[in-house]
Every structure is written in C-alpha cells, then in structure tokens.
C-alpha cells in the first residue's frame, strides 16, 4: 500500500512573498483548507512543509508555507509535487479505494491467463477506465463495469477480469 498520495503539483510562484500556485490532483479541490502540512517531493526526498495560508484562484490552489518567504525561495519548487500521507488522505467510503493503491497490479482474466500490469486509471466521467499494458508492450484499456472488472484484491496488488468481446483487438 501506497503510503503518500499527491495531492498538487506546483505550477509557479505567486506574488512576491512566497506563495506557490498548485495544481491539484485530488478529487476535492476544498481539501486544502484542511491541510496542515504537506510534503514536498524534492531531489533531496521529502521535505515537511507547514500551510500557513491557502486562497483559490480558477482552478488553482494558492498556498504559503512558513518555510518560504520570498519568491526565490519557491523559484526552484516549480514541478514538484505535493504528497500527504496516507493517515491524512480522504477517507474512503464502502468499496471504495485509493488509485494508488492499485497501479501496480497484475491483471489476470477469469480463464486463468495474465493479462498485464495496470498501468493508470483514466477518470473518463461515466466510469473510470483501466489502462494495462501487457508483457508484449501494448497497451488495452478496460472500462471498469461489473461485467469486465470481476475482482480486486488490493493487498496481492491482483485484478481479475472478464474480457469481453472486442476489447483486445
């Protein structure tokens, strides 16, 4: 199991007095009022930042840090991510989990063959889609419906599915 999930992304300074605009990958955007403290994923490892402010502008979240007080210090932060650990990620309702929690998995169909490794979830709106790429390179993409997606056993990091008729040409 994933033990930090990323919650934003920076994209650029903003202002002069320190603050980052991120781009945020999570579900709920208003989550950030909550946070305290995230981590920033650097070339150094992972950095605790404290969140003394947070505002919204468009689709972006603006944050300061008591770490940073001046643009050049958030100058080289641009492209990192923002992670939370998993004990501050959003709770997860019945049959729900964490995407993170199943990239990695092997894919196995209901006759017994492996499939591949799955890759990414796309979040398409009507239902999210299975991206698995299989050992000779190719990518099949699974529409994640109880008829196609049969089991997902998150602690084997194992998916079985049915392959309906058409998918793999």
């Not at 404290?50 to 210090?73: C, P, R, S």
């Not at 995407?99 to 709106?125: H, K, P």
């Amino acid at each position: 199991m994933e033990e930090y999930f990323r919650v934003g992304v920076i994209a650029n300074t903003h202002g002069v007095h320190g603050e980052v605009k991120v781009y945020p990958t999570t579900e709920d955007i208003r989550r950030f009022d909550d946070l305290k403290e995230v981590f920033l994923d650097g070339k150094k490892g992972k950095t605790l930042l404290h969140i003394t402010g947070v505002k919204y502008f468009k689709n972006m979240v603006i944050l300061k840090f008591a770490e940073f007080q001046n643009m050049d210090d958030v100058l080289p932060l641009k492209g990192m991510d923002l992670l939370v650990e998993r004990s501050n990620a959003i709770p997860l309702g019945q049959g729900e989990y964490y995407i993170a929690d199943i990239i990695g998995s092997i894919v196995v169909t209901d006759t017994g063959e492996t499939l591949g490794t799955l890759t990414d979830v796309m979040q398409t709106g009507a239902n999210d889609v299975y991206v698995v790429k299989t050992s000779q390179g190719k990518e099949v993409l699974l529409p994640v419906i109880g008829e196609c997606i049969l089991d997902r056993d998150l602690e084997k990091k194992l998916v079985t599915v049915h392959v309906m008729k058409g998918l793999l040409d």
